[in-house]
Nanobody
Framework: QVQLVESGGGLVQAGGSLRLSCAAS?????????VGWFRQAPGKEREFVAA????????YYADSVKGRFTISRYNAKNTVYLQMDALKPEDTAVYYC?????????????WGQGTQVTVSS
């Protein structure tokens, strides 16, 4: 089992940057968990943003963020990051990190509480 806590959200102007962090607590090794970032805007369904494999060598991105967002992980600190650059107002949402054992997939077993990102125009 793993507990996840997101941080780093806030208010930023369009074109700005934020770095989100997802800190994990687990009795097992964090390196056995694939991690994804998702977001949910008001009135919309939750959507996939990015995901990263166990060692960080494999990364996936939604088309809407490709080239602007970068996912990375530092297993020694049990943390996954989402660097968000060139932010747009449509990136405004609550951002969640999620984890599952072993492989990146469509479903995740563990979720954080979310962090709000607001991009002003």
């Amino acid at each position: 089992q793993v507990q996840l806590v997101e941080s780093g959200g806030g208010l930023v102007q369009a074109g700005g940057s934020l770095r989100l962090s997802c800190a994990a607590s687990t009795r097992t090794s964090f390196s056995i968990y694939a991690v994804g970032w998702f977001r949910q805007a008001p009135g919309k369904e939750r959507e996939f943003v990015a995901a990263i494999g166990l060692s960080g060598g494999i990364q996936y991105y939604a088309d809407s963020v490709k080239g602007r967002f970068t996912i990375s992980r530092y297993n020694a600190k049990n943390t996954v990051y989402l660097q968000m650059d060139a932010l747009k107002p449509e990136d405004t949402a609550v951002y969640y990190c999620a984890a599952r054992p072993w492989k990146v997939a469509d479903t995740y077993d563990y979720w954080g509480q979310g962090t709000q990102v607001t991009v002003s125009s």
